[in-house]
């Protein structure tokens, strides 16, 4: 992989949204629910950003490239839930839709996986988002949940677990090329 200062600045605007969507989605008494909707949306909208340079720093169209677009249009399928106030559970099922896109996005970019810490990096990424969208298929049935006695604090925190593998993955994805471009001079 050649060095390209496009595709580095877009793994690292990555890696920052998907800590800042995983500190809002972290159960805490001490940020209220819009706050948390707000680092939602601020960061999976830096992740499209990343994602789009990212793949726009690729000439060839390959699977990363697809990957990176698909990633995209999965964060801006989350974006779109936590934007709109829509009636009823619209907005929960763009999120786990999103989740999902996501998750396809990293599956499809290890097609052109030559490097471990691009495997390891989007296989936690698709297993993160997987886990959030499980949090949040278990969130829409939460009034099934309550009728037998089951808390929503169980989902709060698989959806969390997932935000944070994801983060992981593409924190190891930045650090990765980062250490690669460095080899390289």
Not at 24 to 39: A, C, Q, W
Not at 111 to 130: C, E, M, P, T, W
Request: hydrophobic share 40%.
């Amino acid at each position: 992989m050649e060095e390209n200062p496009k595709q580095l600045i877009g793994a690292w605007t990555q890696a920052i949204g998907t800590v800042v969507a995983a500190i809002g989605s972290t159960p805490s008494v001490l940020i209220d629910t819009n706050s948390k909707r707000g680092l939602g949306l601020i960061g999976n909208v830096l992740q499209a950003t990343g994602n789009g340079l990212e793949a726009d720093s690729q000439r060839a169209l390959n699977y990363g490239k697809l990957g990176n677009i698909i990633q995209a249009t999965g964060n801006v399928t989350v974006s779109i839930g936590l934007a709109i106030d829509f009636p009823g559970d619209t907005e929960e099922r763009l999120v786990i839709s999103g989740d999902l896109i996501q998750a396809l996005g990293a599956i499809t970019a290890l097609g052109s996986a030559d490097k471990s810490y691009i495997v390891i990096g989007n296989s936690l990424q698709a297993v993160g988002n997987s886990l959030q969208a499980i949090g949040g298929v278990r969130e829409l049935k939460e009034e099934e949940r309550k009728a037998i006695g089951l808390s929503q604090v169980s989902n709060e925190v698989l959806i969390a677990s997932g935000s944070w593998t994801q983060a992981l993955g593409t924190i190891l994805l930045a650090v990765g090329l980062t250490l690669e471009g460095k080899k390289k001079k």
